[in-house]
């Protein structure tokens, strides 16, 4: 089955720590997104990237850090530097400009 | 500053009626629009969309309506089924290919 894979699914940190959020996607696709959503908003784009070894900053990278040495992978890394951690971290892939396919999510809390 | 907008946080709709869902965008250069459905702990996943070339596109019992003139869009959901209760995104691609998401709507079926 072509999809994207998160993991893990419930992701704890102590304060202080930096983590690493995995995400995996067999669908060949060039582009691949991370998005962050807070309860009530919509989803917020931290980081993306449209070709290995290239990355841009979205709209909220601050404290956060990613890298795209495969095609397949799209790992980000939520730094100490981030003040306020504990959302809902969501990875997407899509094939240039068209539709964003996602994966379930990795939830992220503070110990 | 908030360039799609969804202002109903909720929705709720008995089975078999209508479900409208709306969305409002600010800038006239968006020109391909998309609607996601999102279960909670999971991804959205790709429901419709429609390009400012049309003004409607139906998939099934989804349509969606486009208003350039009021930068409006809107989903329909004919009828209605208790498993469309989810939270509905709708969202715009910017000038830069950037997907910008509005805040969701939850919409609920009641049997």
């Known amino acids: 089955d072509g999809g994207i894979t998160q993991s893990p699914k419930y992701l704890f940190r102590k304060e202080g720590q930096n983590v690493t959020l995995s995400c995996e996607q067999n669908l060949n696709h060039d582009a691949m997104y991370w998005y962050r959503q807070d309860p009530g908003q919509g989803l917020r784009l931290i980081y993306y990237s449209q070709i290995v070894n290239d990355f841009q900053k979205g709209d909220i990278a601050e404290g956060y850090s990613v890298s795209r040495e495969k095609k397949e992978s799209f790992p980000l890394t939520v730094t100490s530097a981030q003040k306020n951690p504990t959302a809902f971290y969501l990875c997407?892939?899509?094939?240039?400009?068209?539709?964003?396919?996602f994966g379930d999510g990795t939830r992220l809390s503070i110990l | 500053d908030q360039q799609v907008k969804q202002n109903s946080p909720s929705l709720s709709v008995q089975e078999g009626r209508i479900s409208i869902l709306n969305c409002d965008y600010t800038n006239s250069m968006f020109d391909y629009f998309l609607w996601y459905k999102k279960y909670p702990a999971e991804g959205p996943t790709f429901l419709i969309s429609?390009?400012?070339?049309?003004d409607k596109n139906e998939d099934g019992r989804f349509t969606v309506f486009l208003n350039k003139s009021a930068k409006h869009l809107s989903l329909h959901i004919v009828p209605s089924q208790p498993g469309d209760s989810a939270v509905y995104f709708c969202a715009a691609f910017n000038q830069g290919g950037k997907l910008i998401f509005g805040q969701g709507t939850e919409l609920s079926v009641k049997p």
């Open positions: 429609i390009s400012s070339i049309k």
């Open positions: 997407a892939s899509s094939a240039g400009a068209g539709p964003q396919h």
